[in-house]
């Protein structure tokens, strides 16, 4: 399929799942009547049609999308600087640092209010969190070799995912509250966190797309890169801290979802290839079409009981990763 065809058909889909997204929940509405109900209640501010669709699912399902579009980007851009199928968006320690934010948030309080604090602060443990994985990849060296940071990430994580672990055993009537975000919940979007995401997002994508070419070359190993006069180190840099802010608004408005930013650039990659000028979009595509479309089942699967986003991508994206894994497998034995 070409391109422009396959990006066409990905975004009437997304589309369409939004719409469908706004129609379903306490309240079902009848999707090919939902721009009439808009238009007819336009008039009146207490109409709980009106309330439903503009302050309730409008903005979480837009959020959805606007997340997912995030985690599949910054998902692509991390495998293409690692040179790594296994890397997603939290690789180097982005969803622990968002983890431990939210959780210090969550026990002490903020003076913020509820929201915007604890987004505040996921948002300011993921970023901080990333820098010291830099610092201690770096050491001596001016230009941190990938191994290193991916092994620094492990153990940060690993040390830093303790640390909530340990907040939480001190204080177990905020467990509840501190897991469900951890496993990713629309629950309380609003256009505050729409606008944020949907400015990092698009300057982030427009960053990415100038690196774009830099990263084929990078596909092909450093020295390859360097030959070709690429500047390694600051397309490595730039690329992670520009995927890494990425991750972290999403996180941070959103929670920890998993398996987004890992299957949403496979999917795309099994179609258009590693070309990450066309890759970028479409992983940003089908990563807003994935969550959506989890969202829609989080919401109805135990109705009126909602599930945690990060619960229904876990339990699509698993199998689809192992099948993968297995296809890929099989066919380097062949």
């Excluded at 396959?6 to 009437?12: K, Q, Y």
């Excluded at 940071?149 to 177990?172: D, K, M, N, Q, R």
Aim: net charge neutral; aromatic share 10%.
């Amino acid at each position: 399929m070409k391109y422009p065809i396959l990006i066409f058909f990905v975004a009437v889909l997304l589309i369409l799942a939004m719409w469908l997204s706004m129609s379903v929940g306490s309240v079902n509405l009848d999707p090919g009547n939902l721009i009439r109900s808009l238009i007819s209640s336009s008039h009146q501010k207490d109409d709980p049609v009106r309330t439903i669709l503009i302050r309730l699912r409008l903005p979480r399902v837009v959020l959805s999308a606007l997340a997912g579009c995030a985690l599949g980007l910054s998902g692509a851009a991390f495998q293409g600087i690692f040179r790594n199928p296994l890397a997603d968006p939290y690789i180097i320690g982005a969803s622990s640092g968002a983890s431990l934010g939210a959780t210090i948030a969550t026990v002490y309080g903020f003076s913020l209010g509820a929201s915007a604090s604890l987004s505040a602060a996921a948002f300011t443990g993921s970023i901080l969190t990333v820098a010291l994985v830099f610092v201690f990849a770096r050491g001596n060296e001016h230009n941190p070799p990938v191994v290193s940071l991916l092994l620094a990430g492990i153990a940060v994580s690993s040390f830093i995912s303790s640390l909530v672990t340990f907040i939480l055993f001190l204080h177990s009537e905020d467990l509840y509250t501190v897991f469900f975000w951890l496993l990713g919940s629309f629950t309380s979007s609003d256009y505050s966190d729409v606008m944020v995401l949907f400015i990092t997002t698009l300057f982030g994508f427009g960053f990415l797309l100038l690196l774009s070419y830099s990263l084929d070359l990078l596909s092909f190993g450093d020295e390859s890169a360097a030959s070709s006069g690429v500047p390694v180190g600051l397309v490595r840099t730039m690329t992670i801290i520009t995927a890494t802010v990425i991750t972290a608004s999403a996180v941070s408005v959103c929670g920890v979802i998993a398996f987004a930013g890992l299957i949403a650039p496979h999917i795309s990659r099994l179609f258009i290839g590693p070309r990450h000028s066309r890759l970028f979009l479409l992983s940003s595509l089908v990563g807003g079409l994935l969550l959506v479309a989890s969202d829609i089942i989080a919401r109805t699967l135990l109705y009126p009981r909602e599930l945690p986003v990060g619960i229904i991508t876990s339990l699509l994206g698993a199998p689809f990763f192992l099948y993968l894994l297995y296809a890929r497998n099989g066919a380097e034995q062949r």
